[in-house]
């Protein structure tokens, strides 16, 4: 699978962005909506960490975001949301989206990766 971000950029903090994520190449015979998709993000000299993740009913965010961001999907035409508002300094880093077969392997980072987005928050 394929996966390609876009949207990413500079905002003042308080500001808005929304990241988009395009799947392609997904396996015949096999919906998207059988997959979980979520998002990471890396800052300079750290290491990725989980951001957002969904699969089926369950949605599960990393607390440093919870009630700020919010992902979304579309799983007939392959494109997953993220839409971050409030937002801050902090959330500068390199934003990736990524698939996995379950939530289990997607939240320890063993799925497909996109090629990342820039976001820079300024203060």
């Known amino acids: 699978m394929l996966l390609t971000e876009s949207g990413g950029g500079l905002v003042q903090a308080g500001g808005s962005l929304r990241l988009s994520c395009v799947a392609s190449g997904v396996p015949s015979g096999v919906p998207l909506r059988d997959y979980a998709m979520g998002w990471f993000r890396q800052a300079p000299g750290k290491e990725r960490k989980f951001v957002a993740g969904?699969?089926?009913?369950?949605?599960s965010y990393a607390r440093s975001v919870e009630g700020r961001f919010s992902m979304s999907r579309d799983d007939v035409n392959k494109i997953m949301y993220l839409q971050m508002n409030n937002m801050k300094p902090e959330d500068t880093a390199v934003y990736y989206c990524?698939?996995?077969?379950?939530?289990?392997?997607?939240?320890?980072?063993?799925?497909?990766w996109g090629q990342g987005t820039q976001v820079t928050v300024s203060s």
């Open positions: 969904e699969k089926l009913t369950s949605t």
């Open positions: 990524t698939a996995s077969s379950s939530m289990g392997t997607l939240v320890r980072g063993m799925g497909s």
